[in-house]
């Protein structure tokens, strides 16, 4: 049984930084593509970043640009986001995904993933 854990959400202050953590289990961690999404209330789901396989992480999100980082550790099994300059446009639900993909690519499109985590809410506020 697959599971897939996200934490290190909460309540910051604009311009802080925040690092999300994401674990998983029951998968074969090194082979998958992981991608981080996010959604607001009353919004659909966004993609914000993946990592494929071997290659390179690719951002989906214009507006994380220059502040998002992530952090892949296959031994570890985790996938972190670090996201800097926090503003209120970043509150939502954060969600770490799995997926398996034949090419060594990933996307921000939701459906190409399998395996979701219950969300780790982060709010942005004053």
């Known amino acids: 049984q697959v599971q897939v854990v996200e934490s290190g959400g909460g309540l910051v202050q604009p311009g802080e930084s925040l690092r999300l953590s994401c674990t998983a289990s029951?998968?074969?961690?090194?082979?998958?593509?992981i991608g981080w999404f996010r959604q607001a209330p009353g919004k659909e789901r966004e993609g914000i970043i993946c990592?494929?396989?071997?290659?390179?992480?690719?951002l989906h999100l214009r507006s994380a640009k220059a502040r998002v980082r992530v952090f892949r550790n296959d031994p570890a099994k985790t996938f972190d986001l670090q996201l800097n300059s926090l503003n209120a446009d970043d509150t939502a639900m954060y969600y770490c995904?799995?997926?398996?993909?034949?090419?060594?690519?990933?996307?921000?499109?939701?459906?190409?993933?399998?395996?979701w985590g219950q969300g780790t809410q982060v709010t942005v506020s004053s």
């Open positions: 990592v494929p396989r071997s290659q390179g992480a690719r």
């Open positions: 995904a799995f997926g398996q993909s034949p090419y060594d690519s990933c996307s921000g499109d939701s459906r190409d993933y399998d395996y």
């Open positions: 029951g998968l074969t961690f090194e082979t998958a593509t």
